[in-house]
């Protein structure tokens, strides 16, 4: 298997240096035998996860034991794709569990070589580690559709979730989405008179007050302009429950 390894025609001295720059982009290299159904990595991808050495470097079965549940589907499924056509390309994104049970994302880049026989298909690539990519994306991803002061879902967001919630009472004669807007009076004068900083903190405070009226998971508070927020029932209570949590609202401002 480890003749696998792309160092059968390199001099030591060729070796070294390519070693230690590989090392430097924080890359794993990343084998797998068909054959033998076992996967290699590099030292780099265990040290990340706090492993033994070796640890990684086993049949797939044992490799998959340490990655996220909802991942080893998809990435024994591309495997087999790769066996089956005998050639093509691997790219995967997956999380693996450490030795502090914390998980990690990993990506894969890599390029099966052609075999007559499916079952002596070989992949060769990199492996490397993109958890901060990820967490960054994941950041993006939020502030897109969140207000940034309050941290509820922006107005966007808002209008998804109730297009959502309409075409689901379209198909649902039970489900009854409400929605109730909610305007803070006078609040420009607050900015004014008190400071931008004062009138942060009374949206911060209105927002944590409206957050205890919804109470299930379908619905939805959401600030929808500067001193605006929207609420949007989208359960199947009867609209005189509705109702009564409406006038609950008010004097909480």
């Not at 079952?119 to 994306?137: F, M, N, P």
């Not at 205890?212 to 199947?236: E, K, M």
């Amino acid at each position: 298997f480890h003749s696998m390894e792309p160092s059968y025609d390199m001099a030591p001295d060729e070796l070294r240096p390519r070693a230690k720059a590989l090392d430097a982009t924080g890359a794993s290299v990343f084998q797998w035998s068909g054959r033998r159904n076992e996967i290699h990595v590099g030292h780099v991808m265990e040290q990340t996860l706090g492993l033994a050495p070796g640890e990684l470097s086993t049949k797939v079965e044992d490799f998959v034991r340490h990655m996220y549940a909802a991942d080893r589907e998809r990435f024994l499924g591309q495997l087999q794709t790769l066996r089956e056509r005998s050639t093509g390309h691997l790219h995967a994104e997956f999380r693996m569990r450490g030795a502090d049970s914390h998980y990690r994302w990993f990506e894969i880049e890599a390029m099966s070589e052609a075999s007559a026989d499916r079952r002596g298909v070989s992949c060769v690539g990199l492996v490397r580690d993109i958890t901060s990519a990820k967490h960054a994306a994941e950041r993006l991803m939020h502030s897109l559709v969140h207000d940034g002061l309050t941290t509820l879902p922006n107005r966007e967001l808002f209008l998804d979730r109730l297009r959502v919630a309409t075409a689901r009472a379209r198909s649902e004669p039970l489900v009854h989405p409400t929605v109730i807007l909610i305007d803070i009076d006078r609040f420009k004068s607050v900015n004014s008179s008190y400071g931008l900083y004062i009138g942060d903190s009374l949206l911060v405070s209105v927002a944590r007050k409206l957050a205890h009226h919804v109470t299930s998971p379908q619905d939805t508070l959401a600030r929808i302009g500067g001193d605006q927020f929207a609420i949007l029932f989208a359960g199947s209570a009867p609209r005189r429950d509705v109702a009564r949590d409406g006038e609950g609202v008010e004097p909480v401002l």
